[in-house]
């Protein structure tokens, strides 16, 4: 029964989203909300459980540093 409830959530979610785009709005405008969207609510539940990367990790990833 929890995955459904959460399903809904993640539909009204995205209702709430769309509804904030303009009238004008692309199935390309509503596909990168949704998809900008999932990717910050995974990196918060990574976050909540621990997983984490320093600033200067992701620098040497990127070979900024």
């Known amino acids: ?3 459904k409830t959460k399903a809904v959530s ?3 979610q995205a209702r709430r989203l769309i509804d ?3 009238a004008s709005a692309s199935w390309d405008d509503v596909m990168q909300q ?3 969207r999932q ?7 990574d976050l ?3 997983r984490r ?3 200067a990790s ?8």
């Open 39 to 45: 990717k910050i609510e995974a990196g918060l539940a």
């Open 20 to 22: 904030k785009l303009p």
């Open 58 to 65: 992701i620098k040497r990833e990127f070979g900024v540093a």
């Open 48 to 50: 909540n459980v621990g």
């Open 53 to 55: 990367h320093s600033q």
């Open 1 to 3: 029964m929890k995955a």
């Open 34 to 36: 949704i998809f900008v």
């Open 10 to 12: 993640a539909k009204n």
